[in-house]
């Protein structure tokens, strides 16, 4: 019995570790058992090998990669992971996803963690995957995970996309978010706006929390074109708090670029119905994303459409590619957004 088996040991995340032995007693075997049924041994039923596999997931048991070499056994699970799965924008992406899964990879399940924003709650989702093996490969929706993270997936050859441009550490999928802050932009002012304002994220650090270049591009346009840029902050990217960024904006401009995304628009554009507001005569608005729904309000919302459901398809594909050939390069691509001009500019 190798001293590695019995000494408790650190978890990919420095956390204390289950050894094989609790797995063994939580399984009712012997831990020679344990070890042959997480290698796929042919001596053991298969009805053993799950009750193992089962006792694994439970204690969150991640054999020990250095005392006897690369042990994984394959979950048939693909991780989503994000902020909330409630917006427009994620349930667009989570179609793309579904339909790769539905058409390529129909053995597969998919299984989804919200982290509701929370760095505290999304440290601990991914934990459990790291520790419990409860999915081949992670989709990341949410914030990038900490590099101790992404180096830990990385470690066991567990693949990783996330939804964030120009990570040196892990693959992604983007969508070009300067040239989209440039067509939003350039539409308000070759519309003749003179007091453009724009609405983003909360600021951190100085800058948005959430895509900082469509802020940054929007500045700089505006300024080259000698207009002042304004920018107005909200907590939450959704149809309420535009609505109630309607009030704040009457009177003070002629053209809005809701960065924060189509929903914001749409609820900015009920509150200025509400208040009289004439829009586009009055107002000009555009969105950002490209929601299905930017084409069914009224009027016709012109936005910065993101090719949602591709961007999620394309995760789907590196995460299969890397799961039949895992690349110490990264896999990456950018996607390009386009102007889609309806009766809001």
């Known amino acids: 019995m190798s001293e590695t088996d019995q000494a408790p040991r650190k978890g990919l995340l420095g956390s204390p570790s289950p050894t094989l032995h609790d797995v063994a007693q939580t399984a009712g075997v012997s831990h020679t058992t344990v070890s042959l049924a997480l290698k796929n041994d042919p001596r053991i039923t298969p009805s053993t090998r799950e009750k193992v596999i089962e006792a694994a997931r439970l204690l969150g048991y991640v054999p020990n990669e250095t005392a006897r070499g690369l042990v994984r056994y394959r979950t048939g699970t693909l991780a989503v992971v994000c902020a909330s799965f409630s917006s427009a924008y994620e349930a667009e992406v989570l179609r793309g996803i579904e339909h790769e899964m539905r058409t390529h990879h129909p053995d597969f399940g998919l299984v989804q963690y919200s982290t509701g924003g929370h760095p505290s709650r999304a440290d601990e989702v991914h934990r459990r995957i790291l520790r419990g093996n409860i999915a081949d490969a992670i989709i990341c929706l949410d914030d990038p995970p900490e590099v101790t993270v992404v180096e830990a997936y990385r470690q066991i050859k567990k693949p990783l996309v996330v939804f964030t441009e120009g990570m040196d550490e892990t693959s992604w999928v983007h969508c070009d978010g300067r040239l989209g802050a440039t067509l939003g932009t350039q539409a308000l002012l070759d519309s003749g706006c003179q007091a453009p304002w724009i609405v983003t994220s909360r600021f951190q650090n100085g800058q948005p929390h959430c895509d900082p270049e469509r802020w940054e591009v929007f500045t ?16 939450n990217l959704d149809f309420d708090s535009g609505k109630a960024l309607a009030a704040r904006l ?21 509150g200025f119905r509400d208040l009289g507001v ?8 555009v969105g950002y994303d490209g929601l299905a729904i930017s084409s069914m309000v009224n009027p016709g919302l012109t936005t910065v459409a993101q090719p949602l459901e591709e961007m999620g398809r394309q995760a789907v594909q590196f995460c299969f590619s890397l799961l039949t050939n895992f690349a110490p390069t990264p896999l990456s691509r950018l996607f390009e957004p386009v102007l889609v001009r309806r009766k809001t500019t």
């Open 220 to 235: 700089n346009l505006c300024q080259g074109a000698g207009v002042k840029p304004r920018v107005i902050e909200i907590d």
């Open 278 to 285: 004439a829009i586009p005569q009055s107002v000009k608005i």
């Open 250 to 270: 009457q009177g003070q401009t002629d053209g809005v670029f809701c960065a924060g995304g189509d929903l914001v628009a749409i609820g900015l554009m009920s």
